[in-house]
Nanobody
């Protein structure tokens, strides 16, 4: 059983940056593909970015391409989401997710483990 704990959320002005972290415990982190999803108030959960176990292959939603970057440090059991040029529409609760296997899916239902989420608020 893997436990995931996100941190790094907060309030930032439009154009600013934040880095989210997700610390994993209770499993072999390098066996898991990882993803970030977000859910804005009154909306469904949407894919943001994902990364394969090897940390080389990544996927990003079109809405964040060129602004967000996912990375991982398997030695530290941590996955990161660097968010630059933030916009008010990026405001949401951001969730870290993990799944066993090679494929870094963009579909939330494919993920087995989830963190509790961290709030990101971008003011205009």
């Amino acid at each position: 059983q893997v436990q995931l704990v996100e941190s790094g959320g907060g309030l930032v002005q439009a154009g600013g940056s934040l880095r989210l972290s997700c610390a994993a415990s209770g499993g072999t982190f390098s066996s898991y593909s990882m993803g970030w999803f977000r859910q804005a108030a009154g909306k469904g959960r949407e894919f943001v970015a994902s990364i394969r176990r090897n940390g080389v292959t990544t996927y990003n939603a079109d809405s964040v391409k060129g602004r967000f970057a996912i990375s991982r440090d398997n030695a530290k059991n941590t996955v990161y989401l660097q968010m630059n040029s933030l916009k008010p529409e990026d405001t949401a609760v951001y969730y870290c997710a993990g799944r066993l296997g090679v494929s870094a899916s963009t579909i939330s239902a494919d993920y087995d483990y989830w963190g509790q989420g961290t709030q990101v608020t971008v003011s205009s």
